[in-house]
């Protein structure tokens, strides 16, 4: 959204600022889970930027949203530390958000998911546990890399696309991932492998 404070702005400054926007918003809430020790990853295109920086920072691809996959039970912790921080937790169609105080436009809002659970009642398989999860950076920890292949398999729409053929462009999806998977998953792997030629 266009301000009195941004109009005078370019849009170069305004997509600069969009993307410090989104960086602060998400150390603010990290910061928070993480002063409260309340148990979480980073999921969706914040851990593929991640998991693809480990390779190759200059492929790493801007995304504006923040997922974030906590237990169920945690909620009223996570909700408790994200007021700590400005935000409040709004639920929307069965999607959990924390959506700014001051601000509460869903289009920057930190997006929820359920650990171990699944994301639709025709998904294949449940998101992973927060047993599945590494930390590649600084302690911050991030859905595994086979687990997030998983995760953005189910859900399939275009940008999943996308960040998928990120990860298979510096090489951290490889062929021998398929035997891991269910059959429909696996055939989606393999057309995404074989249209890049792998």
Request: aromatic content about 4%; charged content about 30%; proline content about 6%.
């Amino acid at each position: 959204m266009i301000t009195a404070a941004t109009k005078s702005l370019g849009p170069w400054e305004r997509h600069a600022m969009a993307v410090e926007e989104v960086a602060r918003l998400m150390v603010r809430i990290l910061g928070a889970l993480e002063g409260a020790k309340i148990p979480f990853a980073l999921v969706g295109g914040q851990a593929v930027a991640l998991w693809v920086a480990t390779v190759d920072e200059a492929a790493v691809r801007i995304t504006k949203d923040v997922d974030i996959m906590i237990r169920r039970q945690d909620l009223p912790e996570v909700r408790k530390a994200a007021l700590s921080v400005g935000l409040e937790y709004f639920e929307v169609l069965g999607v959990g958000m924390l959506l700014e105080r001051d601000d509460p436009n869903p289009r920057r809002a930190v997006h929820l998911l359920w650990a171990g659970e699944k994301v639709r009642p025709e998904s294949p398989l449940p998101s992973p546990t927060l047993d599945e999860i590494e930390t590649v950076d600084k302690g911050k920890p991030v859905v595994s890399l086979s687990g997030l292949v998983r995760m953005k398999l189910m859900a399939y729409r275009e940008h999943d696309r996308v960040h998928l053929r990120d990860m298979i462009d510096v090489d951290l999806i490889k062929r021998d991932m398929l035997v891991h998977l269910p059959a429909e998953l696996a055939a989606r792997l393999d057309a995404l492998l074989r249209d890049a030629g792998r």
